[in-house]
């Protein structure tokens, strides 16, 4: 069945520590791939996203995302993690041309000040 | 600019009791239109998407179903809430032939 995965649950760091989140997707064909961020008492809001190009893609707050076509994977990145970078974390895939987004579980990420 | 509203923001509801929620988004025409629910550990359940009036989709089987009355105005409803309806019910909108979701507030169902 086709899936987006997100292996990590609850992830706690403490500030300025390095954040790698998982995302794997089983879809094949072409895809679109986001990331969205879950602020505590906040709207879902798009922090990245990737069409095509450079598969290593910038986004909002110091986040970057990795597209590796071959491992199907959008690994989410910062290089050091504030305490207002706490929230909860979501891949999606579309499938180009359709018109759904499927999601991951999420990941809940804790940054301890 | 789009804005995109929800409501009620919560709600409490017992066991047998009918549903409506509404989505209304502005300063768009013709969006495609999502209802999510979101539970704890499952992340984001794709319900209904509708990519105009009166023409929607289901994805998942259950006691819940959709309309879109107008343009911009998407509806969720139950005519007999179950327990496991209980959950974070977001809609969200699409331009036609875009890429991007955006996403509302969001309504805390609590189905007792």
């Known amino acids: 069945a086709q899936s987006v995965s997100q292996h990590n649950h609850h992830v706690i760091l403490s500030e300025a520590a390095s954040l790698e989140l998982g995302c794997n997707y089983s879809?094949?064909?072409?895809?679109?791939l986001f990331w969205y961020v879950q602020y505590p008492g906040q709207h879902l809001q798009l922090l990245l996203k990737?069409?095509?190009?450079?598969?290593l893609v910038k986004g909002i707050k110091g986040f970057e995302a990795e597209f590796i076509k071959s491992k199907f994977s959008f690994n989410l990145r910062k290089p050091s993690v504030q305490w207002s970078d706490t929230a909860e974390y979501f891949c999606a895939v579309k499938k180009t041309g359709a018109n759904n987004l499927f999601f991951g579980t999420g990941t809940r990420l804790t940054v301890i000040p | 600019s789009q804005t995109i509203h929800q409501w009620p923001a919560t709600l409490v509801q017992p066991v047998g009791s009918p549903l409506s929620l509404e989505c209304t988004v502005e300063?768009?025409?013709?969006?495609?239109l999502y209802w999510y629910r979101q539970a704890a550990g499952r992340g984001l359940q794709l319900l209904f998407y509708?990519?105009?009036?009166?023409?929607i989709s289901s994805e998942v089987p259950q006691n819940l179903s959709a309309s879109r009355p107008q343009d911009r105005q998407f509806i969720l409803s139950s005519k007999k809430l179950l327990l496991s309806d209980s959950g974070f019910y977001l809609c969200?909108?699409?331009?036609?032939?875009?890429?991007?979701?955006?996403f509302g507030p969001g309504t805390r169902l609590t189905v007792t």
């Open positions: 300063g768009t025409s013709n969006p495609n």
């Open positions: 509708s990519v105009g009036i009166g023409q």
């Open positions: 879809y094949g064909g072409t895809v679109n």
């Open positions: 969200a909108w699409r331009l036609a032939g875009g890429h991007e979701q955006y």
């Open positions: 990737y069409f095509s190009g450079d598969p």
